[in-house]
């Protein structure tokens, strides 16, 4: 089949939803105020509480939500067949992303632009705050274990990228203290840094980078000494104030992303390439199961709670009016949504030429969650290929993408997991830990690093794969709190919550699913620090459920009290 039509069908459905579904939430769920006073004016700073034209906020948004999470995940989970991925990418982007994102930013509004965690403290009950805390701590943990393992992948693979990607570092920096210093727009100095970061391909074509000879000396693996560099790498960064090296990637990766999801739809309209790869794949029978495993394997790209972050973290905070919210939050959680269609595209359209090279790529759940990312270079260098660049170009320039994408999502989830340590450390009265930032910072890299270094465990050993299934697990969970959230906050308000109580359902059966699944799975295979780790996730998961059916219960109940007391009181 021509990859354009799928592309095509995806992408107006994707409108459709937005037109008319993220209407009706925006209309009789969350009852949007044109009158409403955002937090951006009731408390405008000029530093955090700054209220911000759409679009604008809407570039802010979309870049900070997306990263390399709705590659991989899509490119890993297409090893079932390109159908179920699509559909669940498709309408989990509809209805569970778009109801997630846009719900999370509308009630942090509604609160003072307060944050997922301490909404659900308020909304919920104050344990619902231990509850964030802990998932947020696993989500965060898993999130900088396998980016580093991507990252360390692609060097490995791709040594030609090292230098242009080491380069960005110091390039960003230089950003970093023009635009602080001047006071100046970033928007030129990023464009001009993007370009000076594409011509440093040459450079690293030139003088690839290898660790072969270093780590063979060691007797290690070259991936192993590039993810000790990353996380030391990244105890640095997360210890600098944003606007050094952060704000100034972020500026420099949001025109990659547009340029790079250019280049595959402009490739493949250009190109006419055709997907090789079956519907629905007829795996191994020792795979997982894509019923529930899909739904965890794509969590960015279908549903993120991650997003959730965002939305109340900084969006919320920037919000001009309120009815800007469908625009950001729904709009938003379509761009991740496309992201992933692009992704789908490149591993089985692009990548390669024939459905007997696909298959060999794809022959077991292992392969393909080890190749994932660098399936998606290949693709992506196809549909480049297809605009006349070079195949060598082509695979430089998306190591350079995904790497700067994951890099970026590294730096910040080691900074989130400092603070989050920290606020542990205050809850359980822990005075070292809550702070001493030298020792929250190392306790925020050391633990992801344990995980990203982890051995494969018994026969099939695709750790790598377990480890993003257990990300996208917790993703889940914390997508299945911001929409417990949601819930309670639509019931107060004497609104129906059936939009996002069907995928807030929906999630937490496919999380505890694929949780009891893996645990079965890690026990068999002996695989003893997997196992706890899932134990864990899964009480969480189960604590959850709890507190989100006693909240919504107490809702309920007060919504009907509240009915039944206006009844009383207009008959009398």
Request: overall charge neutral; aromatic content about 12%.
């Amino acid at each position: 089949m021509p990859a354009i039509v799928p592309a095509l069908v995806v992408l107006g459905i994707f409108a459709l939803g937005y037109r008319y579904y993220s209407a009706y939430l925006a209309r009789r769920v969350y009852g949007l105020d044109p009158e409403f006073v955002t937090p951006a004016h009731q408390r405008g700073d000029g530093v955090d509480f700054v209220p911000t034209n759409k679009h604008v906020l809407f570039g802010h948004h979309f870049t900070s939500v997306a990263g390399a999470a709705p590659i991989v995940g899509p490119a890993i989970a297409v090893f079932w067949g390109w159908g179920p991925a699509l559909l669940w990418i498709t309408f989990g982007t509809i209805f569970a992303a778009g109801a997630h994102d846009f719900g999370s930013l509308v009630v942090s509004v509604r609160h003072r632009a307060e944050s997922i965690g301490t909404l659900a403290r308020d909304v919920i009950s104050r344990r619902a705050r231990t509850l964030f805390l802990l998932i947020i701590f696993f989500l965060l943990t898993l999130v900088n274990a396998v980016f580093a393992v991507v990252i360390a992948n692609l060097f490995v693979a791709n040594p030609a990228a090292v230098l242009p990607v080491v380069l960005q570092v110091p390039l960003a920096i230089g950003i970093g203290q023009y635009v602080y210093h001047t006071r100046s727009s970033a928007f030129l100095p990023s464009i001009i840094g993007v370009i000076v970061l594409y011509l440093t391909i040459l450079l690293g074509m030139a003088f690839p980078v290898s660790l072969g000879p270093l780590a063979a000396t060691l007797g290690v693996e070259p991936r192993t000494l590039w993810v000790v560099f990353l996380f030391a790498y990244t105890f640095v960064a997360s210890r600098l104030p944003v606007w050094v090296l952060l704000q100034p990637r972020d500026y420099i990766n949001s025109h990659q992303l547009f340029v790079g999801l250019a280049v595959i739809l402009v490739g493949v309209v250009v190109g006419f390439d055709r997907i090789v790869a079956p519907v629905i794949n007829d795996v191994p029978a020792d795979s997982p199961s894509w019923f529930p495993f899909l739904f965890v394997t794509i969590a960015c790209g279908a549903v993120s709670g991650f997003h959730s972050l965002v939305s109340s973290g900084t969006s919320s905070k920037q919000l001009g009016r309120e009815t800007d919210a469908r625009y950001i939050g729904y709009m938003g959680a379509v761009g991740e949504g496309s992201l992933a269609v692009a992704a789908v595209l490149a591993v089985t359209a692009g990548a390669v030429g024939s459905t007997v090279e696909w298959n060999n790529l794809y022959a077991s759940f292992a392969t393909a969650s080890d190749g994932a990312t660098q399936n998606f270079v290949r693709g992506v260098a196809g549909f480049a290929n297809n605009l006349g660049l070079p195949i060598s170009v082509g695979l430089v320039f998306a190591t350079i993408m995904v790497i700067s994408f994951a890099a970026t999502t590294m730096d910040t989830g080691v900074r989130l997991q400092r603070y989050v340590v920290q606020e542990i450390g205050e809850i359980t009265r822990v005075r070292p830990l809550a702070r001493n930032m030298t020792l929250a910072s190392t306790v925020a890299v050391v633990i992801p690093m344990a995980m990203a270094l982890l051995p494969g465990g018994g026969e099939k050993g695709y750790t790598f794969g377990v480890l993003w299934q257990l990300f996208g697990t917790t993703n889940q969970l914390t997508a299945g709190l911001a929409l417990a959230v949601v819930a309670v906050w639509v019931t107060k308000n004497r609104r129906n919550p059936l939009a996002v109580l069907v995928p807030l359902l929906f999630l937490l059966v496919m999380t505890t699913w694929a949780l009891a699944l893996n645990l079965v799975e890690f026990v068999t295979q002996g695989q003893w620090v997997l196992a706890p780790l899932d134990v864990i996730i899964f009480l969480l998961a189960v604590w959850l459920i709890v507190e989100a059916a006693v909240a919504l219960r107490r809702a309920v109940r007060s919504r009907d009290e509240t009915t039944d007391s206006h009844h009383y009181a207009t008959e009398g």
